[in-house]
């Protein structure tokens, strides 16, 4: 009896030095590996904000093809993913933070054991693009939890996993669309606008904008009102063969037109837009770009695009210098 009573008491204080030895252990643990990627900060965050794009980086999705992911549509934010399968267990990822240079989200896991842990990625300047940093900091909570963390090494178990994912994220930024120009938004005010709409083939464009735009010069002076911006073009439709479109310059102040010109408010609302510096022949890269912004950022078209013709060719000869803004109406 007095046998067992010592062993018990031995298991008592054994179980108590562990315990009181937990409380010293580290609480947490850290996984951080980063790469260099060559493309502007925004094409690799989405990448990263919208989840269903992880399907095209993530270093688990292959290893359980039968695992079982659901999402919600939001993009940011509040977007998550979960999944179940026999393989990489059941968890859920949740984004909850997202600045010019981070993301940050949220994991939960509930098998095959239950554990949480906050990660995130950074983007820092690097001389050959972006260094993109994946950080995961799983909580290890006492006892059990930091007795592990004593016999596992989690950086060496996650470590090639993060190493696989970002060199994926690498070559699915670095092989997809590559901008030529750089697409902005911003919120345009509507200001009052003297029209001639034409429809022209291609070969008469730059004969009809220049009659159109003369005759509107000389019924805004007929009326005393006054240029006050650079003409415009708004294109209404388009196809290989044709050009409808709406000549425009912005006025002072409101006026009558007549039966040619209509004096109307132009567009107000979101807009992205590119400066393009060129012949006005030579255009088509910059709207491609602005067409591939659009879907990216699932944005939609609210009406027309339109040029602003920023350099008078009347004063500058040489094609090369033309300035144009490109505008299109989004939602």
């Not at 001389?127 to 900091?137: L, N």
């Amino acid at each position: 009896m007095k046998a067992l009573k010592k062993i018990f008491l031995v298991l008592i204080i054994l179980v108590a030095v562990v315990l009181i030895a937990a409380f010293f252990l580290p609480s947490q643990s850290r996984v951080e590996r980063s790469i260099v990627i060559n493309s502007p900060a925004d094409n690799i965050a989405a990448k990263i904000n919208d989840l269903h794009a992880w399907d095209e980086w993530s270093p688990w999705k292959d290893q359980d093809s039968a695992a079982i992911y659901k999402y919600n549509d939001t993009i940011g934010v509040g977007g998550w993913m979960d999944w179940k399968g026999k393989i990489v267990g059941a968890g859920k990822l949740t984004i909850i933070r997202v600045t010019p240079d981070s993301i940050i989200y949220f994991l939960a896991f509930k098998e095959p054991f239950e554990s949480e842990s906050n990660g995130s990625f950074s983007f820092t300047s690097a001389e050959s693009g972006v260094k993109v940093t994946w950080t995961d900091v799983e909580s290890l909570p006492w006892p059990m939890g930091r007795i592990m963390g004593l016999f596992l090494n989690f950086d060496e178990m996650m470590g090639p996993d993060f190493e696989k994912g970002l060199s994926r994220l690498k070559k699915a930024v670095e092989s997809s669309y590559k901008y030529t120009y750089t697409v902005q938004e911003k919120e345009v005010s509507p200001v009052f606008i003297a029209t001639i709409r034409n429809k022209v083939n291609s070969g008469e464009i730059g004969e009809i904008m220049g009659k159109s735009y003369g005759e509107i010069q000389a019924f805004l002076a007929k009326n005393r009102a006054k240029q006050s911006g650079s003409p415009m073009a708004i294109t209404l439709a388009w196809d290989s063969l044709s050009w409808d479109f709406e000549a425009a310059i912005p006025i002072d102040k409101e006026i009558k037109g007549n039966d040619k010109i209509v004096i109307k408010k132009s567009y107000e609302g979101k807009t992205i837009w590119v400066t393009y510096t060129g012949p006005y022949e030579s255009t088509y890269q910059a709207y491609t770009d602005l067409d591939q912004y659009m879907k990216e950022k699932g944005l939609t078209q609210a009406g027309g695009p339109w040029e602003v013709y920023v350099t008078d060719p009347g004063t500058e000869p040489d094609s090369t210098k033309w300035v144009t803004e490109i505008y299109f109406p989004v939602k």
